[in-house]
């Protein structure tokens, strides 16, 4: 049996299949390693572990599980490992490993080096007959060991030396022990349990640890192939069997900066074969003790990043933590596991990076390796650079090289690993050159390019769930389509844009409305396309960017399909046309119905806009708010003529139109009935006062509100005659009902009228109108005469049915029917407005007084 055979099954049961870096093997007589156990229990039960009698178990969940006395279920046992501890002078202690062949078989037993006081270089020596030996050499001559060639650790230390290996080896030598066959005889008869029971049994079978002692390659120690077929057989091993697998391939990442997925020949080269045939054995150990499991995915899980080995099973999580532990000599606890494997990855990263870019100094590579970045560095290791990816770094390691293109290790790894992964796998495939609908085939991807994709995918990456794919273009969410164009306009020219809130609320967008807005952008719908759609977006507060969306997405669905013009921007505004601009919300608060006659109508905005251009944003705003304020401004549009009529009409007006509405345009919250009410309320003041237009706002302000107070502002409000089956009237029943608008007042002595008096005008700006003109109506006594003289105007006068000429309105959107009704008596007149439901059978007739232009009829009065 060779020495180098020998000393790999000692250096197996020291490390457990563990591969520990070179230089500290070399050092082990100058830095020694001890166990130090806290108290006698974890003494003794570490012991266990040594021997194998004592295995991992899911419940070990605390940090000081190996200072429970009752760990070991074996409590006889305990006792008897109890008392070899008892007299230990400290519990500062190292495992000595013996290998002896008794009857031409290997056997391995061991004996405690144990210092005499608490970091002292003076050791004792005690073996499993409980005996204790004050120098090595003594144990050789006295121990009760039968007739055997036993091999040991020259001096009983634990060094190591390289000599012509390829691996450093124990520095071992071998002795032959001479016995009595009687005393051998005698020893077996008087001796304790303890020392038949351990000091021969083998370690391979109960420890689950891959000690096989014969093996077809010299230097291997042990074969994973052995340990997967027993596995097979017997369950117990499986866990035990993994974890060694583990953590041979993650300290062989370490000293080698190898995994057995690595395909870098320059890595490779430098590995003996037989390490690679152990990685392989390994990862196959691996993937048969883990059904269902993909090749290579553990030990991806416990080597490739950082915590992974946290989502192994509990039962691997222990194993693996316990092998480590023992093989590093460190306390068993998972502050401890933790930082073995984070220094064990950190280790194998470095040495993978100082085998395939020797240009960078072994210092730089470890400053730039630690810390949070390591986790990056591992992924790109394990699950990329690996796989024989061809690159370069720089020599201070800031920038690698892929493909002919930079990239900064600080901005890669500020990218999702899964997005950045794909951009890596981007790049291999188009290999510089994409073929894009948008931009010229096959182009190169110019770095400014890859870098605005990178700060995409990091913007990206810090939103949950927004998926991201990359091709002949970028998609994002459920179908935004950005150009690289597109990407390089996003990035870095768009002003004022909130990038990141931009992202998650385009992904917010339905599948339905992603398409609408892709097929905008692409169409050529926007004027100055995707710069301008974002320069526009900026202008909004980010938490508007959906709203402003949404309503560009409603704007393009009323846009004609033939000859349509390509939206504009203003600020917030988008232009509808030469006239007419909306802002998102207003727009959204215009009603789906009304919407057509916002965007097609512009007779008011023609109106205002030859008048004067300084009008028109004004004129917009009192446009979309007649829109939002619902149908029944919408039924009142015919004041846009009246209003032309009332300027037309006089051949020396008061005021210019101009004037007129610049006026009336800045009263609060104005519309376009308002805006004629509140010229015609004040016509005959701006005629003979001549005071200013801030005053004349000011008493029309105070008109509405007083019209409001004096219940002016209502309507009459009837239904069909309950007998009619048909929800319409006929002109004369019409007529009949409405004589009827103002009830008949009582006898009042006193003159008290109260509101009995009220008459209903309609609307507020109508009501503020007629109080202009009628003054008398602010005083009980002139509301009396006014009502009485409409009565009696109502009950004799003449109903006539007027025929409209407004029905401009009609073409954009159902107005409901409405009604005039001309009552004359000799020179008195007036004109009832007549509301017609939407529904007549169903809803209420609302009639009220109305005030009319000399040329409100366009026909003459029906007969």
């Known amino acids: ?95 000595i490993p013996l290998v002896i062949l008794l009857d031409e078989k290997l056997q391995t037993s061991l004996l405690m080096r144990v210092r005499k006081t608490s970091n002292s270089a003076e050791c004792v020596y005690l073996d499993l007959s409980n005996r204790k030996y004050d120098k ?25 030396t390289q000599n012509n290996t390829s691996y450093p080896m124990l520095a071992i030598e071998s002795r032959r022990i001479e016995r009595r066959p009687d005393t051998w005889k005698n020893i077996t008869a008087v001796g304790t349990v303890v020392a038949s029971a351990l000091t021969f ?72 074969a037989e390490k690679l045939i152990q990685l392989e054995r390994a990862e196959r150990l691996l993937c048969g003790g883990l059904k269902g499991v993909a090749t290579g995915a553990t030990i991806t899980a416990a080597i490739g990043s950082a915590g992974g080995w946290l989502h192994l099973s509990t039962s691997d999580r222990i194993e693996l933590g316990a092998v480590l532990c023992f093989a590093y000599r460190q306390e068993f606890n998972w502050k401890n596991i933790n930082q073995l494997i984070l220094t064990l990855q950190q280790a194998g990263v470095v040495k993978f990076f100082r085998e395939t870019c020797p240009n960078v100094s072994f210092e730089v590579l470890r400053k730039k390796l630690e810390g ?98 990359l091709a002949d273009y ?6 935004h389509r950005f150009s690289f164009a597109t990407l390089r306009i996003f990035i870095s020219l ?12 385009l992904a917010a967008l339905s599948t339905a409305d992603t398409e609408r807005l892709t097929v905008l952008r692409e169409s050529g719908g926007i004027e100055g396309g995707d710069l301008a759609l974002f320069n526009w977006l900026g202008c909004h507060s980010p938490g508007d960017y959906c709203t402003a969306l949404t309503a560009l997405i409603e704007l393009a669905t009323y846009r004609p399909r033939k000859k349509a013009v390509p939206f504009k921007f203003e600020n917030r505004r988008i232009l509808i046309s030469s006239l007419l601009g909306v802002e998102a919300k207003q727009f959204l608060e215009v009603p789906r119905d009304l919407r057509d006659i916002l965007l097609q109508d512009e007779r008011f905005l023609k109106l205002c806009n030859d008048a004067g251009k300084q009008l028109l944003p004004r004129a917009n705003l009192a446009w979309i708010r007649t829109c939002s304020n619902g149908i029944d401004t919408i039924c009142q549009l015919e004041t846009i003529g009246l209003l032309k009529e009332l300027f037309a009409a006089s051949a020396n007006p008061p005021l210019k139109l101009t004037d007129a509405l610049n006026y009336a345009l ?55 005659e309950q007998d009619k089956k048909v929800g319409v009237m006929d002109d004369q029943t019409l007529i009949k009902k409405v004589r009827t608008m103002l009830p008949i007042l009582e006898s009042d002595t006193e003159g008290n009228v109260g509101t009995d008096c009220s008459i209903p005008f309609g609307t507020p700006e109508r009501a503020a109108c007629w109080l202009g003109f009628m003054p008398e109506l602010r005083h009980a006594r002139g509301r009396k005469r006014t009502y009485q003289a409409l009565i009696a105007l109502l009950a004799n006068g003449t109903g006539t049915v007027l025929v409209q000429g407004e029905q401009a309105a009609q073409q954009y959107v159902k107005v409901p029917e409405k009604k005039m009704l001309m009552f004359c008596s000799g020179n008195n007149r007036v004109v009832i407005e007549v509301l017609v439901p939407q529904d007549p059978q169903n809803g209420y007739w609302r009639a009220s007084f109305y005030l009319c232009g000399n040329t409100f009829c366009a026909a003459e009065p029906k007969a």
Not at 474 to 479: A, H, M
Not at 710 to 716: A, C, D, P, T
Request: aromatic share 12%; proline share 5%; glycine share 4%.
């Open 666 to 720: 800045d009263i609060e919250n104005s519309t376009v009935p308002q805006v004629y009410y509140s010229i015609l309320a004040v016509w005959k003041q701006f005629t003979i006062v001549p005071l200013t237009k801030q005053t004349f706002r000011s008493r029309f302000q105070m008109l509405l509100e007083e019209a409001q107070t004096l219940e002016m502002v209502r309507y009459y409000t009837f239904y069909p």
């Open 1 to 95: 049996m060779s020495l180098v055979h020998i000393a790999r099954i000692m250096h197996d049961f020291l490390h457990r299949g563990v591969e520990r870096k070179w230089e500290d093997l070399l050092q082990f007589d100058q830095q020694e390693e001890f166990f130090t156990a806290k108290t006698k229990p974890h003494a003794v039960n570490l012991l266990a572990f040594a021997l194998g009698k004592l295995q991992p178990d899911p419940s070990w969940t605390d940090n000081e599980i190996f200072e429970r006395p009752e760990l070991l279920p074996d409590r006889m046992l305990y006792k008897q490992l109890a008392n070899i501890v008892d007299r230990m002078p400290t519990h500062e202690f190292q495992f």
């Open 372 to 469: 949070s970045s390591l986790e990056y560095y591992l992924l790109l290791v394990g699950e990329y650079l690996g796989k024989n990816v061809s690159f370069s770094v720089d020599d201070n390691f800031t920038t690698i090289k892929l493909f002919g293109y930079e990239m900064k290790f600080d901005m890669m790894f500020n990218i999702n690993w899964e997005q950045l992964k794909m951009l890596l796998l981007f790049l291999q495939t188009s290999k510089g050159t994409i073929n894009n609908t948008w931009r010229k085939a096959s182009a190169p991807l110019t770095p400014d390019m890859l870098n605005d994709v990178m700060q995409l995918l990091h913007l990206v990456g810090s939103l949950k769930d927004i998926p991201c794919t």
């Open 136 to 160: 090595f050499p003594q144990f050789l001559t006295s121990n009760t060991l039968p007739t055997c060639m036993i091999w040991f650790p020259i001096d009983g230390r634990l060094r190591y």
């Open 201 to 272: 049994t083998p370690f391979g079978a109960p420890v689950g640890i891959p000690l096989m002692f014969v093996s077809t390659a010299a230097s291997s120690g042990f074969s994973i192939s052995n340990l997967i077929d027993g596995c097979k057989h017997e369950k117990g091993k499986v866990v035990a069997g993994r974890a060694v697998a583990l953590a041979f391939s993650l300290t062989s990442f370490a000293s080698t900066g190898l995994t057995v997925a690595c395909r870098v020949e320059k890595v490779r080269r430098l590995i003996p």
């Open 474 to 479: 970028i998609t994002l969410g459920q179908g």
């Open 494 to 505: 768009a002003v004022k844009l909130d990038r990141l809130e931009l992202l998650k609320q």
